[in-house]
C-alpha cells in the first residue's frame, strides 16, 4: 500500500492536506502560548529600537528616498521577520521531532493520505502561523500610527507569501537535518537575514558589492514588499519581489514532498 502512495505533483493544499491542518490546531489548541510566543521578540524591537533608539536617529530615507520617521522604517522590516519567525519555527523544530522521533508521518502514511498531502499540510500550518503573527505585529503598527498609507492592508496576504516561501524552505532543509544540534545552521542563516535584510537600515548603507548579495536575500524581498506598501512607495521592483517569494516557496514545495517520499516511502 505504501508503495502505491506515491505522490503527485505538490499542491499546498491537496485534498487531505487540510486534515494534517486540522489535526496540528487540536494539539496546539490545548497550548495557545506555543502558538504566540514567536509573536513577542520583534514587538520588542520595535519597541526598543523602533521608539527607543529612534528617538535618537530621526528620519531616514524611505523606498522612494523622501525621509521618514525611524519607527515607520523599522516596522515593516520586523513585520516581515514576524512571518518568517512563525513559518520557520513551525516548519524546522515541530517538522524535525515528528520526522525523527515520534514518528507521528510514519502513522499517517498508514491512512490515505500520502506525502505530498503531508508537505502540503504541515507548510499550510507553519503559513497560517506566520500569518497569525503577521495579523497581531500590523495591529500594533497600525495602534501605533506606523503605516502610512491604506495599502498596509495588503501587507497581510504579503506576509502570507513571506510565510509560505520559508516555510517550504524550511521544512525542505529540515529534512537534511541528522540531530538537534544541526539546527544551529537554520539559526546561522534566519539571524544574518534578520540582522542585514534592510530591517534596520536602508539598503544604500552598504557598499555596492555587499548592496547587491543582500538584494538577493530572501527576507529582503519581504522587507521591501512590507515597506513599499506601509510607506506607499509602490514602484515596479514589487513584481520582482513577490515572484522571488512564490518561485522559492513552490521550489521548496517540490523538494520537501520528493524528500519525504524518500525518507518514508524507502
Given at each position: 500500500?505504501?508503495?502505491?502512495?506515491?505522490?503527485?505533483?505538490?499542491?499546498?493544499?491537496?485534498?487531505r492536506a487540510p486534515r494534517l491542518v486540522e489535526r496540528n490546531l487540536m494539539v496546539y489548541r490545548r497550548?495557545?502560548?506555543?502558538?504566540v510566543s514567536g509573536f513577542f521578540e520583534p514587538l520588542f524591537y520595535l519597541l526598543g529600537i523602533g521608539f527607543g533608539l529612534g528617538a535618537l536617529i530621526g528620519n531616514v530615507p524611505?523606498?522612494?528616498?523622501?525621509?521618514?520617521?525611524?519607527?515607520v522604517f523599522v516596522a515593516p522590516g520586523l513585520l516581515a521577520t514576524s512571518a518568517m519567525n512563525g513559518a520557520i519555527y513551525d516548519s524546522t523544530f515541530n517538522v524535525f521531532f515528528k520526522l525523527r522521533h515520534a514518528k507521528t508521518y510514519d502513522a499517517i502514511l498508514s491512512t490515505p493520505m500520502n506525502t505530498g498531502d503531508?508537505?502540503?499540510?504541515?507548510?499550510?500550518?507553519?503559513?497560517?502561523?506566520?500569518?497569525?503573527?503577521?495579523?497581531?505585529?500590523?495591529?500594533v503598527v497600525l495602534l501605533l500610527g506606523l503605516a502610512r498609507s491604506p495599502l498596509v492592508v495588503l501587507t497581510i496576504p504579503?506576509?502570507?507569501?513571506?510565510?509560505?516561501a520559508f516555510a517550504a524552505v524550511g521544512m525542505a532543509a529540515t529534512t537534511w537535518v541528522?540531530?538537534?544540534?544541526?539546527?544551529?545552521?537554520?539559526?546561522?542563516?534566519?539571524?544574518?537575514?534578520?540582522?542585514?535584510?534592510?530591517?534596520?537600515?536602508?539598503?544604500?548603507a552598504y557598499p555596492?558589492?555587499?548592496?547587491?548579495?543582500?538584494e538577493l536575500t530572501p527576507l529582503y524581498q519581504g522587507v521591501a514588499i512590507l515597506r513599499q506598501l506601509t510607506t506607499g512607495s509602490l514602484d515596479a521592483s514589487i513584481v520582482l519581489h513577490v515572484t522571488y517569494l512564490a518561485a522559492m516557496g513552490l521550489a521548496g514545495l517540490v523538494v520537501v514532498s520528493r524528500r519525504l517520499d524518500r525518507l518514508l516511502l524507502r
Open positions: 500500500m505504501i508503495t502505491g502512495s506515491r505522490i503527485a505533483p505538490p499542491l499546498l493544499f491537496r485534498t497550548t495557545p502560548l506555543v502558538i524611505g523606498p522612494d528616498g523622501q525621509p521618514i520617521p525611524y519607527g503531508v508537505a502540503g499540510g504541515e507548510v499550510a500550518w507553519a503559513l497560517i502561523r506566520g500569518t497569525l503573527y503577521a495579523i497581531g505585529f500590523l495591529g504579503a506576509a502570507l507569501l513571506i510565510g509560505f541528522r540531530s538537534w544540534q544541526d539546527f544551529d545552521f537554520i539559526t546561522l542563516a534566519t539571524l544574518p537575514l534578520f540582522l542585514f535584510s534592510a530591517t534596520f537600515y536602508p539598503i544604500t555596492d558589492a555587499v548592496r547587491t548579495i543582500v
